[in-house]
T-cell receptor, first 114, second 114 residues
Framework: DSGVTQTPKHLITATGQRVTLRCSPRSGDLSVYWYQQSLDQGLQFLIQYYNGEERAKGNILERFSAQQFPDLHSELNLSSLELGDSALYFC?????????????FGSGTQLSVL | GQQVMQIPQYQHVQEGEDFTTYCNSSTTLSNIQWYKQRPGGHPVFLIQLVKSGEVKKQKRLTFQFGEAKKNSSLHITATQTTDVGTYFCAGRGNSGGSNYKLTFGKGTLLTVNP
């Protein structure tokens, strides 16, 4: 158990809908990362937060948004969902988001868009 | 942007054979990390390499960081069925805002025939 909690574990929804994925980092970790994993694209970095502020941005679509709350949990919002958004979404955390830190991954949320 | 390429995509070996996966970055890296993801699981941190030419060992696993800090390899000696999984390299950039972004390769899926 990495200590990173992601909910829900599975999500099935329809195209055009909006969903929210939730992540609670390890106790004491201030930085949260979101990754999308699909079979053909591997682990794609979406976005990183540190102590409530956005620190780095990857290939995150405009239909996607995220935030980190004062209690350090984070939410990833996906809207106007398309079939191609079906993937495994991982949240990871690290202590301060510094360059030398390892990431601790949650178990992921499997999103299926039908 | 920074790209991290990993080969091979798949590798099937007989138990007891050796295995190597290679990672190449389009830009110089400040450090490189390796993760392992078991089937149905989440990525788990294995090791980080920071120095040019660095070599680290963990039991049967040997990790190398290239002299130019643009490539890395993971070698497993005498594979066991417990080594099954996808091995990812992940690199952090060396300049500007890309420093915080940890870019993953697409991974090498290792299967071991007992």
């Amino acid at each position: 158990d990495s200590g990173v909690t992601q909910t829900p574990k599975h999500l099935i929804t329809a195209t055009g809908q909006r969903v929210t994925l939730r992540c609670s980092p390890r106790s004491g970790d201030l930085s949260v990362y979101w990754y999308q994993q699909s079979l053909d694209q591997g682990l794609q970095f979406l976005i990183q937060y540190y102590n409530g502020e956005e620190r780095a941005k990857g290939n995150i679509l405009e239909r996607f948004s995220a935030q980190q709350f004062p209690d350090l949990h984070s939410e990833l919002n996906l809207s106007s969902l398309e079939l191609g958004d079906s993937a495994l979404y991982f949240c990871a955390s690290s202590q301060s988001g510094g360059m030398g830190e390892k990431l601790f991954f949650g178990s992921g949320t499997q999103l299926s868009v039908l | 942007g920074q790209q991290v390429m990993q080969i091979p995509q798949y590798q099937h070996v007989q138990e007891g054979e050796d295995f190597t996966t290679y990672c190449n970055s389009s830009t110089t890296l400040s450090n490189i990390q390796w993760y392992k993801q078991r089937p149905g699981g989440h990525p788990v941190f294995l090791i980080q390499l920071v120095k040019s030419g660095e070599v680290k060992k963990q039991k049967r696993l040997t990790f190398q960081f290239g002299e130019a800090k643009k490539n890395s390899s993971l070698h497993i000696t005498a594979t066991q069925t417990t080594d099954v999984g996808t091995y990812f390299c992940a690199g952090r950039g060396n300049s500007g805002g890309s420093n915080y972004k940890l870019t993953f390769g697409k991974g090498t899926l290792l299967t071991v025939n007992p």
